[in-house]
């Protein structure tokens, strides 16, 4: 068996493992990230290959490193297709927007981290972590073509996305950690790139659809003007959705796929919840995909996977600096995760909440009923100036809707009472018990003002 030491062991080489890694080895320390894909493979990953706000980027790996991935960035708005309604909808999308090759950008993210002093291990699958008897993380047990292979370090970063099964092992008894997760709360997607003969005339918009089911949407999101990233996905609460066959039945129904050829397949889980609760325990922090960084309304997960790589880097320096493990010299990560964007996804995770409970064709119609500005607001930004007059307004327009128009208003209250108790998440691990119980009373508002199930 080989035993490798490093200051810090990442697994898992995307957006989060890769900013993690990054900002540790330009701190100047000993960074491995651990990749259970081969060289050539890693950083293919199953997306709709939107990215958001890459100006603002950390600067571990800046937006310019990104660049040579962006193939579309004249995209300025989501076009809403609404077939219930015979309506198109074109909302604004706030802020800059690249649909990207995503692949690319994946090997884009390697190649700066590397050139920040990264190892990379490939070929390599992490099957166990490895904990002292204080319940600390002290390194991860993984297999390298048929070899055992030990890691022992300062700080394990679980990068590991979705339902990381580093999760599974790890003995979390003595830490705050989230462990209220469960598959339901994820969403099941699956996206093909697909190459069509004309140039589409939607190239400057994200086209999304809703799937048969309330609880999901297909996309097509263009890379160019005749490469399209087309998608679909569904909340794993429901009856299972087929992915491949539903995908394929929608483009044969769109007269620009015609002739269309599909290039690459793939799919994945992705976290529609809001994010952990706490991500932190002795020695160890999960990021990106593996904390459910992602905003659950849209699915979009990259920029906050590239933040919280970044902030739990620069915990676990301090930490390092400091010369201690614990969940209280870690717990400014989870601070800055919930104060940058947690507390936002937390309050838009309960529309999504919402969408699981409503008819597919009446919140169709509703939204055929909104105005795109309040619901580009509500999309991204977790609140909207919705305020009671201009509900009066939209209700005028859409009679036979008042119901749900009260209950989506209602929503927005309860939503807006999360986002206000989420900025008092606490300022250390004993204040955690205290604030959950506190955002366990708002929940339980949120189901009875939706009649959803419990989500959590
Ligand atoms: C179909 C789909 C469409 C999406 N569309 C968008 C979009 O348009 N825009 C957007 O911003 N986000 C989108 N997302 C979400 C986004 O892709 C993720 O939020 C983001 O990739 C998370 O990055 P991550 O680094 O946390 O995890 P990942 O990118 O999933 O990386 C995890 C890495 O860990 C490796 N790994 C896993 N287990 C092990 C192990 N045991 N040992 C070693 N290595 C391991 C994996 O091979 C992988 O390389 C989409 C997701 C899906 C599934």
Redesign the pocket.
């Given at each position: 068996m080989t035993t490798h030491e490093f200051d810090f062991v990442v697994?898992?080489?995307?957006?989060?493992?890769c900013y993690a890694a990054a900002t540790a080895a330009k701190a100047g320390y000993d960074v491995v990230v651990?990749?259970?894909?081969d060289a050539a493979e890693?950083g293919h990953?199953?997306?709709?290959?939107?990215?958001?706000g890459a100006a603002n980027f950390p600067d571990a790996i800046p937006k310019s490193e990104l660049e040579p991935a962006f193939t579309n960035t004249g995209v300025d708005h989501g076009r809403f297709e609404i077939p219930q309604e015979d309506t198109v909808l074109d909302i604004p999308i706030p802020g800059e927007l690249a649909v990207i090759d995503r692949w690319k950008y994946g090997q884009r993210i390697i190649e700066s981290a590397s050139e920040a002093g990264v190892e990379f291990h490939y070929d390599?699958?992490?099957q166990d972590v490895e904990q002292d008897r204080s319940g600390r993380v002290t390194g991860v047990r993984?297999t390298r073509k048929g070899d055992a292979v030990t890691y022992d370090a300062a700080f394990v970063v679980d990068?590991?996305?979705?339902l990381?099964?580093l999760q599974d092992t790890v003995d979390f008894s003595e830490s705050t950690f989230d462990t209220n997760v469960d598959y339901s709360q994820f969403c099941s997607?699956?996206?093909e790139i697909v190459e069509v003969p004309e140039p589409v005339e939607w190239d400057d918009a994200l086209v999304f659809k809703p799937t048969e089911r309330a609880a999901g949407y297909l996309w097509y999101?263009p890379r160019t003007d005749t490469e399209i990233n087309a998608?679909l996905?569904f909340q794993m609460n429901e009856e299972p959705m087929h992915l491949v066959e539903d995908l394929k039945r929608d483009l044969r129904n769109r007269g620009e796929f015609a002739g269309a050829e599909v290039k690459d397949k793939l799919?994945?889980?992705?976290p529609t919840r809001r994010p952990y609760d706490s991500a932190t325990h002795p020695g160890y922090l999960a990021?990106?995909?593996?904390a459910g960084h992602?905003n659950p309304t849209t699915?979009?997960?990259?920029?906050g996977?590239a933040y919280a790589g970044t902030y739990a880097a620069e915990a676990a320096i301090d930490a390092l600096e400091d010369g201690v493990h614990d969940e209280a010299a870690l717990w400014s990560y989870n601070e800055r995760v919930m104060d940058h964007f947690g507390a936002r996804y937390a309050a838009l995770d309960v529309y999504n909440v919402l969408s699981t409970a409503v008819d597919v064709d009446d919140l169709m119609s509703l939204l055929a009923s909104l105005p795109g500005k309040q619901l580009s607001e509500a999309l991204y930004a977790g609140t909207s100036s919705f305020g009671v007059g201009l509900a009066a307004k939209v209700a005028a327009k859409s009679f036979g809707h008042w119901g749900q128009i009260y209950q989506m208003y209602q929503t927005k209250r309860v939503a807006d009472r999360l986002l206000d108790h989420y900025e008092s998440y606490p300022s250390s691990p004993d204040g955690l018990d205290r604030w959950q119980a506190r955002r366990d009373d708002i929940m339980d508002d949120v189901y009875e003002v939706t009649g959803a199930d419990a989500k959590y």
């Open positions: 697994v898992g080489a995307g957006t989060s493992g651990v990749e259970r894909k890693a990953i199953a997306c709709g290959d939107a990215l958001k390599t699958v992490v993984a990068a590991a996305g979705s990381s099964l997607a699956y996206r999101f998608g996905g799919g994945a889980a992705l990021v990106g995909d593996a992602v699915g979009g997960g990259i920029a996977a």
